[in-house]
């Protein structure tokens, strides 16, 4: 049991850490100026609701 709750923490710290780097990516990249509201996406989109 111990090694199998270590190797879970494991792979949750690594997948924190790899997360984290996909944030940094998105923040750096991100623009006020052209980002669309939720009710301008939900309108786009072309599938019907339920």
Known sequence: MKVRNLTKDAL??????????IAKKRMA???RKTVKTHT???????RPRR
């Open 12 to 21: 949750e710290v690594k997948e924190d850490l790899m997360l984290v780097n």
């Open 29 to 31: 990249t991100f623009d």
């Open 40 to 46: 301008q996406i939900l309108r786009a989109s072309k």
